[in-house]
Nanobody, 113 residues
Framework: QVQLVESGGGLVQPGGSLRLSCEAS???????MSWSRRAPGKQRELVAR???????YYQGSLKGRVTISRDNAKNTVYLQMNSLKPEDTAVYYC????????WGQGTQVTVSS
């Protein structure tokens, strides 16, 4: 069983930045890690993923404004988000596949003035 715990969400003004963290309950060295989000009334969408070798992949409207990184020593993956817009308001989830899919509980990001 793998537990993923996200943190770092909150209320931010348009144009602001947030860094989300996802801490795993075990070593993540060998695994690809991902961030997705679900905005109100919309389907869940992939935001970014990072390979075990730290190669990033970005998708969707946050591309160009987001950076995914990992610290294997801390079993943690980060999502740095900049120039946030109201449409980035969503619950952000960390997830991975370790034989099966594992998802965190999500962290709410609200972009509003």
């Amino acid at each position: 069983q793998v537990q993923l715990v996200e943190s770092g969400g909150g209320l931010v003004q348009p144009g602001g930045s947030l860094r989300l963290s996802c801490e795993a309950s075990t070593s993540i060295d060998l695994y690809e890690m991902s961030w997705s989000r679900r905005a109100p009334g919309k389907q869940r969408e992939l935001v970014a993923r990072i390979s075990s070798g730290s190669s990033p992949y970005y998708q969707g409207s946050l591309k160009g404004r987001v950076t995914i990184s990992r610290d294997n020593a801390k079993n943690t993956v980060y999502l740095q988000m900049n120039s946030l817009k109201p449409e980035d308001t969503a619950v952000y989830y960390c997830h991975t596949i370790w034989g099966q899919e594992y998802w965190g509980q999500g962290t709410q990001v609200t972009v509003s003035s």
